[in-house]
């Protein structure tokens, strides 16, 4: 049956079984946070005394998460977003089941770093394979808010479950709900993945069946040229790139697309948005209530909703991604992250009742804005501009900065909170003004554009994010480029002859 859907039907099951995946990334993400002050939970553990133990049971998955996306770099490319990503959701289920059954703290630390491999190999490809899908340029915005939908959904979900089993006091009421992750398959490869790899029998195909018309159709064709120009023009490109430019983090980078500073910012983008204090919420939401001095049940049904307004957050990203656009959005959103916790801080600093109440009610106000501007963007943006030849880079760079900053927030977080107390709070709000800065002077528009038209915005020196990049500015950019690429091929051909 599947092999008989194409165009518009074929991409609505893409996005929604790339959602499952992804909902199964954020319910793995909140279903310890909600069992980690839960007696059998603890028992099961051994009830550790240590402070380290459990930052280290949640921050594994996310250490094993970053390995991942360095190392599957080196493969990716070779097995296909489809593939990379069938292969965490067959891994993540393994992962699910050593965790379920764990007793004692080195199993559960075997099953999270199983997971985290699965999730690292997930992120890494999702977000690119949605964008190369889309036949349409309108495509990318609301497929990736869905994705960030089903992801941030499956965060309140956990969360909702664990509330539903902590009433009871037995070890099932904590391994039910970590077993409960799935494993789904995706359709089919990506037309530009194949048109990289040489295939191009299969990217015809593929190309064909996305946009449910015949190879022939003008459509298929300018889209193909289109690929196939800018896979010849970044290959051109890659002759002047070593390994060693990198370390200048992008701040220098005389490549003629910008690939070195492209491929950098998809490292520092999700490392903003964890900064910003996203996972922090997701994962210790019941840990920072508790240290207002809630009682236990209040807890549990105030995490729920807390989480629950991540999801709300992202619901109308769906319709007016395309409108405001990401830029507009990533920066609205950390401009107005950044003013309420300031206003957070200072009421959690006060430390009276009516503060505490303050605070709280400020988090369902800070969440959803967060979600909003953050969660799909930092996905959708960094695969958009990752170059077509060193997209599988850019998703590798993108989720070793994601899990990296990941991996830090959790494992330091508790500790921080219980040395420095609630000082702690002003590391985050650092991560808001910075997120500001980045996206201001370095990330130009890329809604209302082609991926291909995306290598167009970075060709200047300057900082991008200040330029007007209009349309007629980038088709005056392609058609220069094209030409300079023809021009490059006579003369490489009449050398050789």
């Keep these: 049956m599947l092999k008989t859907l194409r165009g518009r039907s074929l991409y609505r099951l893409m996005k929604i079984v790339s959602g499952l995946s992804f909902c199964m990334y954020g319910y793995d993400a909140g279903v310890l946070g909600g069992m980690l002050l839960h007696p059998p939970f603890q028992e099961a553990m051994g009830n550790p005394k240590s402070v380290w133990i459990y930052p280290m049971i949640i921050a594994s998955y996310d250490l094993a998460a970053f390995a991942t996306s360095i190392v599957i ?14 292969m965490g959701n067959a891994v993540a289920v393994l992962g699910a089941v050593v965790q379920a059954s764990a007793y004692g703290v080195p199993q559960m630390i075997v099953g999270r770093l199983l997971t985290g491999f699965a999730i690292g190999s997930i992120s890494c490809s999702i977000p690119t394979y949605l964008n190369e899908c889309g036949s349409k340029i309108h495509d990318r915005g609301p497929a990736n808010a869905l994705n960030a939908m089903f992801l941030i959904g499956g ?5 909702w479950v664990d509330y539903g089993f902590v009433h009871w006091y037995t070890q099932a009421s904590w391994r039910i709900p970590v077993v409960l992750q799935c494993c789904f398959a995706i359709p089919a490869d990506t037309p530009r993945w194949y048109y990289a790899r040489g295939r191009i029998a299969e990217g015809d195909a593929a190309l064909s069946r996305l946009y449910d018309q015949d190879l022939d159709a003008d459509s298929v064709q300018a889209t193909k040229r289109s690929i196939m120009t800018a896979i010849e023009i970044e290959t051109e490109a890659n002759e002047t790139i070593r390994w060693y430019q990198f370390l200048g983090m992008g701040f220098v980078d005389h490549t003629r697309l910008r690939i070195i500073r492209r491929l950098v910012m998809c490292f520092w983008l999700p490392m903003l948005g964890e900064w910003m204090g996203i996972s922090l919420l997701a994962y210790f939401t019941p840990v920072i209530l508790q240290n207002i001095g809630l009682s236990s049940n209040l807890i549990s049904v105030l ?4 989480t629950t307004t991540f999801f709300l957050g992202t619901i109308p990203l769906y319709w007016t991604v395309e409108r405001f656009g990401r830029r507009g959005t990533m920066l609205y959103s950390a401009i107005a992250s950044t003013i309420l916790y300031i206003i957070f801080i200072g009421m959690v600093g006060k430390g009276g009742d009516t503060e505490s109440w303050v605070a709280i009610g400020l988090l369902f106000f800070i969440c959803p804005i967060m979600t909003y501007g953050w969660q799909a963007n930092k996905f959708l943006y960094s695969s958009e501009i990752s170059p077509l030849e060193y997209r599988h880079i850019g998703g590798a760079f993108f ?9 830090i927030t959790v494992f330091a977080c508790p500790i921080g909170f219980q040395t420095v107390g609630w000082t702690f709070w002003f590391l985050i709000l650092a991560g808001n003004i910075c997120a500001v800065v980045f996206v201001y002077f370095l990330c130009p528009e890329t809604a209302g554009r082609t991926l291909e038209q995306i290598d167009y915005l970075f060709i200047d020196s300057g900082l991008p994010g200040l330029r007007r ?19 490059t091929a006579r003369s490489i051909a009449e050398t050789k002859g």
């Design 469 to 487: 990049n209009s349309l007629a500015d980038i088709e005056e950019a392609e058609r220069k480029m094209s030409a300079s690429h023809v021009e």
């Design 155 to 159: 965060v309140p979900l956990a969360y």
């Design 73 to 86: 770099a080196s493969f990716t490319m070779k097995i296909g977003r489809r593939g990379t990503a069938v």
């Design 303 to 306: 995490s729920g909703v807390v």
């Design 399 to 407: 989720a070793s900065g994601e899990w990296l900053m990941v991996f």
